[in-house]
C-alpha cells in the first residue's frame, strides 16, 4: 500500500509551498487526490512525481490550458495514450525552437560581454561589434555558446 502523505509532507518533499500545491488542485492539476476521515487531502509518491511533472511543463512554457487537458487525458487511461503523446511531442518541439531562440539570445549577450571586457581593458572601442563576432562565429561553425 503507498504511503499516505499530508500537504506538508508533499511540501516539503517538492519545494513546493503548500499554497502552490492547492493552486495546483484548485487548477485541476493533480488527479487523485483523496481525503481522509478527518478532511485533510491523502496524496502519494505518484503525487510527488507528477508535481514534478506539472512545474516542468509550466516552466517550459505549457499553457495552464494544456496542462489541464493533459491531465484530462492521463485519467483516460490507455485510450487517451496517442492523444497524450501528440500533446507532449508539440511540446518538446516548442521547447526546443525556445532553447534554440535562447542560445541565440545568450550568444549575442556573452559576445556583448566579451566586447565591453575588452574595452574596459583596452581603453577603447573594439571595432568588431558583438553582432559581427556572433556572425564570425556562425561561419566559423561556433555559434552555439557551450
Not at 7 to 24: E, F, K, L, N, Q
Request: charged share 25%.
Amino acid at each position: 500500500m503507498p504511503q499516505e502523505l499530508h500537504i506538508g509532507d508533499i511540501a516539503s518533499r517538492t519545494g513546493r509551498s503548500v499554497h502552490t500545491i492547492r493552486w495546483y488542485e484548485r487548477q485541476g492539476l493533480i488527479p487523485g487526490v483523496c481525503r481522509d476521515g478527518g478532511g485533510r487531502r491523502v496524496y502519494s509518491d505518484y503525487h510527488v512525481g507528477w508535481l514534478d511533472l506539472m512545474e516542468r511543463l509550466r516552466s517550459t512554457g505549457m499553457s495552464i490550458k494544456t496542462m489541464r487537458e493533459y491531465t484530462a487525458l492521463t485519467q483516460q487511461g490507455a485510450a487517451a495514450l496517442p492523444q497524450r503523446h501528440a500533446l507532449l511531442r508539440a511540446h518538446q518541439e516548442s521547447v526546443q525552437q525556445n532553447i534554440l531562440r535562447w542560445t541565440d539570445a545568450l550568444a549575442l549577450i556573452n559576445a556583448k560581454i566579451e566586447f565591453y571586457d575588452e574595452w574596459m581593458a583596452n581603453g577603447e572601442r573594439p571595432s568588431v561589434t558583438p553582432h559581427r563576432r556572433v556572425k564570425a562565429r556562425a561561419m566559423d561553425g561556433v555559434s552555439r555558446p557551450q
